[in-house]
């Protein structure tokens, strides 16, 4: 698919069109990750960085227009200050280096070694989600992905207490209405792809979630 002809390039925000193949690029490149594949024990900033290394190989199989960078600062350019770390940048080629596709990643349904889980759901909203309504990523843009590492491999159990959270947390989310994780618009079929709708800015904003089963 040719993405010469459109507008956004013009408009200053990331093209619809290569949401839906950034999300079947990360979908394929974690079903054929390479061994040794992540285990339930691992941390969240080397699963990114090996999964991210990963992408790249597959991006170039699929020839993607866009570049895949990891842990990329953010610079709040009024305050002068580091506004945080993507973990997962995506820009397309010939793009400015503020039209991008961030993913921000984060482990959900923890097995400490006592065997107790935690869901970290709240973590995923206050800490992840979050920052894209305050305007530390994607300020200016009209969308960005979450990532969900579901470290026990139970995927629909992660979706659902993240589900919750988001309702719980809706005026914070800025969302008008209580409808927690939709089935996304971009991917309906599948199960562990979900969008939420916001007003950042008084702008819309989609936050696209992809959940993927570590276990």
């Not at 990643?105 to 305050?134: H, P, Q, T």
């Not at 309702?167 to 008008?176: A, V």
């Amino acid at each position: 698919m040719s993405w010469a002809g459109d507008l956004s390039r013009w408009v200053g925000l990331f093209p619809d069109g290569l949401v839906p193949e950034i999300i079947d690029l990360v979908l394929d490149a974690w079903y054929a990750f390479p061994q040794p594949r992540p285990r339930p024990d691992d941390l969240e900033n080397p699963i990114t960085i090996r999964f991210c290394t990963h992408l790249r190989s597959h991006r170039t199989a699929r020839n993607l227009p866009v570049n895949i960078d990891t842990e990329c600062s953010e610079i709040d350019a009024r305050q002068g200050r580091l506004a945080g770390r993507i973990d997962i940048r995506l820009t397309r080629h010939g793009d400015y280096e503020d039209i991008y596709f961030a993913i921000e990643c984060k482990r959900l349904n923890v097995v400490s070694a006592n065997g107790k889980r935690s869901s970290l759901a709240r973590e995923y909203v206050d800490k992840g989600m979050m920052r894209f309504i305050e305007g530390k990523y994607a300020k200016g843009l009209d969308k960005g992905g979450m990532l969900g590492y579901v470290m026990d491999g139970k995927v629909t159990d992660a979706v659902n207490a993240v589900d919750i959270k988001v309702r719980e947390f809706r005026k914070e989310l800025r969302m008008h209405r209580a409808n927690g994780l939709l089935s996304s618009s971009v991917r309906p079929s599948e199960k562990g792809v979900k969008e939420t709708h916001h007003k950042v800015q008084a702008n819309p904003f989609v936050i696209h979630h992809i959940f993927m089963a570590v276990a």
